[in-house]
Every structure is written in C-alpha cells, then in structure tokens.
C-alpha cells in the first residue's frame, strides 16, 4: 500500500510479534522491509528476550515465544511507496503469497 500523507508506515493490531524463531523474522523483516535492527537482547536457551528494529519511521517489537506464553498471531498493516516492489522483495526474503497485490476501492493496493 501506498503510504499515506499522515499515517505511520505501520499500523499495529498488536504491540509487538510474539512468535517462536523470532531471530528469523527479524532477518526477514530486514531483507524483505529493509529493517533495521535497534537492539537485541537474548533470552533463555538461546532465543530472542526483546529486540527492536525499525521499519520506515515505526518501530516494531519482537520476542521469542516461551512455554507458559504461546506465539501470538498478528495483522499488521505496512504502508510502502512501491507495493509491487515489496511484494516482490518480501517473496524473494521468502514470505508466502496469500494474495497478489491488488488495487482496492479506497485507492491503495494491498498484498497479503
């Protein structure tokens, strides 16, 4: 999606990405959303306690899930100047398709 004039270029549905193996998508988040790592701090048997990067002008939190805390789906909107691009990109950093790009009633494109 195209960003707009006064959003964020993430829209959270959720604090931060609670997921098992979240040292890989970090790496994808960086390779496909051109992400930058802020800090990184290691958890127990060598997972992920808190880490921070920074996509576009948001900052998006991720951690390892743990026993008693399961993985924790989440949406999250990203608005990105070329929507055809970052599809492409997120593809080759190794996302998985569910829908192509396509232009949308309010004048965006959206790509899941």
Not at 1 to 9: A, D, E, H, L, Q
Not at 32 to 37: L, N, Q, W
Not at 81 to 84: F, I, L, Q, S
């Given at each position: 999606?195209?960003?707009?004039?006064?959003?964020?270029?993430r829209i959270p549905y959720c604090y931060a990405f609670i997921v098992k193996g979240a040292a890989k998508l970090l790496d994808f988040m960086a390779n496909?959303?051109?992400?930058?790592?802020l800090t990184r701090v290691p958890g127990?048997?060598?997972?992920i306690g808190h880490a921070e990067t920074k996509?576009?002008?948001?900052?998006v939190?991720?951690?390892?899930?743990k026993e008693d805390w399961p993985a924790t789906p989440a949406f999250v909107r990203l608005y990105v100047?070329?929507?055809?691009a970052t599809?492409?990109?997120?593809?080759?950093a190794g996302g998985i398709s569910i829908t192509v790009p396509t232009n949308m009633p309010w004048?965006?494109?959206?790509a899941v």
């Open positions: 999606m195209k960003k707009g004039k006064s959003r964020p270029r496909a959303f051109g992400a930058v790592e127990e048997n060598n997972t996509i576009g002008d948001s900052v939190m991720t951690f390892d899930s100047e070329d929507c055809d599809y492409r990109q997120a593809l080759n004048a965006t494109a959206a």
